[in-house]
């Protein structure tokens, strides 16, 4: 089993989770962060004053899948998460962790099963 954490534009989510749904994969959780990289934030002008804005507002996906989902999952999220055909600085990140162990809080499943 593996994590697969992905940092998107928050623009892409609903795109990505579309397409994740018809490969099959259902489970995911969604968090607002916020972070720099290569684009190392940007200046905007609010009231004729200009501001630094130092993070950049992105979202965090969080998936587990079992290993024969993993490069299905990836290869969907890098096709649709990409700005245009070539991509732009700030398109995300992808993470890739082992899961050692899965519990279903309800059943008290454990293991592939869990996911």
Known sequence: MKKIEAIIQPSKLEEVKEALSEIGVSRLTV???????????????????????????????????NDDFLEPTINTILKVAKTGEKGQIGDGKIF????????????????????
């Open 31 to 65: 968090s607002d962060v916020q972070g720099f990289g290569r684009q190392k934030g940007h200046s905007e002008i609010f009231k004729g004053q200009e501001y630094e804005i130092q993070f950049i507002r992105k979202v965090k996906l969080e998936i587990v899948v």
């Open 96 to 115: 890739v962790l082992p899961v050692e162990e899965v519990i279903r809080i309800r059943t008290g499943e454990k293991g592939p099963g869990a996911v």
